[in-house]
T-cell receptor, first 115, second 113 residues
Framework: AQKVTQAQTEISVVEKEDVTLDCVYETRDTTYYLFWYKQPPSGELVFLIRRNSFDEQNEISGRYSWNFQKSTSSFNFTITASQVVDSAVYFCALSRPSGTYKYIFGTGTRLKVLA | DAGVTQSPTHLIKTRGQQVTLRCSPKSGHDTVSWYQQALGQGPQFIFQYYEEEERQRGNFPDRFSGHQFPNYSSELNVNALLLGDSALYLC????WGQGVGYTFGSGTRLTVV
């Protein structure tokens, strides 16, 4: 069975602090995709990153970075120098390698960035 | 280029009633998936349509049904509404078989009273 665990329900930080959102996954598949999505109050899920299980290279995109560790089944997301606009719910998701296979989402982490 | 469009935005229904939610996929996409997101939870997969057929289904009762039209748009129908059906219903579109992620709509907020 596939499962995604986001143990942090809510995190509050002060603007400009760094923050890491944890994601732990379970799957028996040897090939899979991992994703991070941002959900602002409007409700739309905004795509942030997709990671193939074969690619363990960490990725940086501006203030965002992702740490994928297959050995611990984790795919953590760090925001550097957080801003108020980063306040949202963040979801980690898992999928089989088909581009149209269903996603298994975690329960999300609500991030509040205080000015 | 329009993204995924869902209607209505909000809806209030009474227990036992039936509801239909609508989704227009992103231009160029041919596959539509529906997710239910209860308050404080992550989205849960309901089902997926491609070529007007249900291709995958999650763990949802038969009260949940769907349809896809020749223009790729889709409807989600829920019969005999329960209070527990109150949720944000998200539609996601994609291109069948391609290694790209879904594009999500902003959802329909359904409240069952």
């Amino acid at each position: 069975a596939q499962k995604v665990t986001q143990a942090q329900t809510e995190i509050s930080v002060v603007e400009k602090e760094d923050v890491t959102l944890d994601c732990v996954y379970e799957t028996r598949d040897t090939t899979y995709y991992l994703f991070w999505y941002k959900q602002p109050p409007s409700g739309e899920l905004v795509f942030l990153i997709r990671r193939n299980s074969f690619d363990e290279q960490n990725e940086i995109s501006g203030r965002y970075s992702w740490n994928f560790q297959k050995s611990t089944s984790s795919f953590n997301f760090t925001i550097t120098a957080s801003q108020v606009v980063d306040s949202a719910v963040y979801f980690c998701a898992l999928s089989r390698p088909s581009g149209t296979y269903k996603y298994i989402f975690g329960t999300g982490t609500r991030l509040k960035v205080l000015a | 280029d329009a993204g995924v469009t869902q209607s209505p935005t909000h809806l209030i229904k009474t227990r036992g009633q039936q509801v239909t939610l609508r989704c227009s996929p992103k231009s160029g996409h041919d596959t539509v998936s529906w997710y239910q997101q209860a308050l404080g939870q992550g989205p849960q997969f309901i089902f997926q349509y491609y070529e007007e057929e249900e291709r995958q289904r999650g763990n949802f009762p038969d009260r949940f049904s769907g349809h896809q039209f020749p223009n790729y748009s889709s409807e989600l129908n829920v019969n005999a509404l329960l209070l527990g059906d109150s949720a944000l219903y998200l539609c996601a579109s994609s291109l069948w078989g391609q290694g790209v992620g879904y594009t999500f709509g902003s959802g329909t907020r359904l409240t069952v009273v």
